[in-house]
């Protein structure tokens, strides 16, 4: 970084550097380190700023769908990330008392990698920065929390940011990517304008341990929902409940908890004997998109453009296909220095159909599915609309290729890594 230029220097703040780059992305989540490897890898300088200062933090969703898996192969990656420690799930099934219906079967589509990888996101994100280390275009700032634009004549220029010891930093950039995900500062600071989908439904987020002769899946039953999934000698849970239930749950008390738990799932029983409240995050569900997901300068992507709900994990496979759709759409104009709003729209246009097409495909099973569980009190059965589809040849796989790949495949394009 440059020495520090005290006349730029903003009112009250004392700006530390100030450097200048291609690409400047705020935020290290899937999203932002999938694009600045791409953009590092195809040689465009790349500042990725980060407000923590490690990956180490529980609260993400940690499964990596086939259609990543196949980006990561077209990046050279797959095999050394299926090396690290992971579960793998290819079938997905509801159970009820009634019985189960399995509801994706990933063994039977047409790729290579026909499952989930159950993978921690920080050991994931941990690998890609490392490997992004070797590009020489690629630069990290951990601990860097952007506080303001650098906005000229209404173009956006660079961001300002604070650094651990509270000093202010300033990159200039000829592009900023906001990728700060789901309370993203940068959507306020741009005065970027959002339309809310307002999910009726919470999450209790909360880890047991996997004993012999319990199975994952989907667990509905009269007033509850809930997904359990493998994480190895654990099992991840998504106890769904009413938006506004939580402070009445809590104060049922645990075992109101543990037995509602046990109600879906009795074979969880004997896992759920230790759980206490501090082991539970509650997860806020909100649903949304920008109506434009750029302005000049910038560009938003992953849940900063588009927070998902957590219905059927694909919000990590959004970030990362925008990433791609991003870098095959931007890597031209940026290395040539010929980048306009029109690129940005066209990042945009790429991008919108599918995420809408997935919303709404989300906010159909929350409402006619999940919510009808939690608002049901007598026998539960699964619609007959779910019945119905999955006893169908020709759409029975639907579910599993949405679930795989999402709405459309994406794929990174070759001048990205075979330079
Ligand atoms: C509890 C939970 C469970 C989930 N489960 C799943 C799942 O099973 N499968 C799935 O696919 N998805 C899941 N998701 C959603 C998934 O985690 C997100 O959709 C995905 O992480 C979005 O990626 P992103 O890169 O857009 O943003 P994020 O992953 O949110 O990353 C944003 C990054 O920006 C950084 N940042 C924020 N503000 C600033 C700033 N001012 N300056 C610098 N850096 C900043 C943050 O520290 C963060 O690292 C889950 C989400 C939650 C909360």
Redesign the pocket.
Known sequence: MEPRDPEDSPPGEARATRQSTACCI???????VTLAWLLASAGIAVTL????DNFDRD?????LHPGLLEILDQMGLAGQVLALPHARMSTLSFHTAAGSLKIADLSRLKTRFPFVAMLS?ARFLEFLVADARRFPAFQIVPG???QELVEENGVIRGVR?RDIGRQMHEVRADLVVA????AS?LRRLAGVEAVRASPEIDVL?FRIPRLAGQEGGGYLGPGGYMIVLNREDQWQVGHVILKGRHQALREAGIDALRESVARLAPALAPSLALLEWRDI?L?SVQADRLRKWHRPGILF????AHV?S?VG?????Y?IQDAVEAANLLSRPLLYKTLTPRDLQAVQRRREWPTRLVQALQAFDQRFLIERALRSTGAYRLPLWLRTLMSLPVVKDLPSRVFAFGVRRVRVDDRLVNR
């Open positions: 705020v935020g290290a989540g899937p999203a932002g700023l980060e407000r923590h609260f993400r969703g940690d499964t996101q860097a929390d952007v940011f990728t700060d995900g789901r500062k987020w995050w997860l992507l992953g849940d900063a998902m957590p994990g694909v919000g990590i496979n970030a």
